[in-house]
């Protein structure tokens, strides 16, 4: 460790906290377990510290803030996909009902196609018939 600034002959036992310079024990100033090489290093060490309390403080503050944005993105993201669940499953219950009826108007046309198709067929089916008979007969 260099000598004490003030005293060139001494040993520097501090060193400051502030300004990095070495003091002997004669020359430092001491406060809260720290050692400055002088009272206005003390101060400005002091002044520092009150700035990043401040700092601090105002880190907590935006922290806080950030977390009530982060809750209410958070809140807006949950009504969002909730609005879009809710739409989609929607939709789907639609298609799913226009999808039956869909079905259900083919099904209907199909069975009026089968029926005419019966219809026609039967005389047919009982002309053969008759003409079956008149074979057999
Ligand atoms: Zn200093
Ligand atoms: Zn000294």
Redesign the pocket.
Known sequence: MANCFNHGDRDGAFR?A????SVCEECVVQENNSN???A??KEKAAAMTGRSDAVIAEKAKTDSASLVRKLIYLFVVIAVIAAAYCFLSGEKKESAEKKFQRSIQTIEKESKGLVKEAKKALPTSSKLKRQKEGLVK
């Open positions: 400051c502030v300004c990095g310079k400055f090489c002088s206005a290093c």
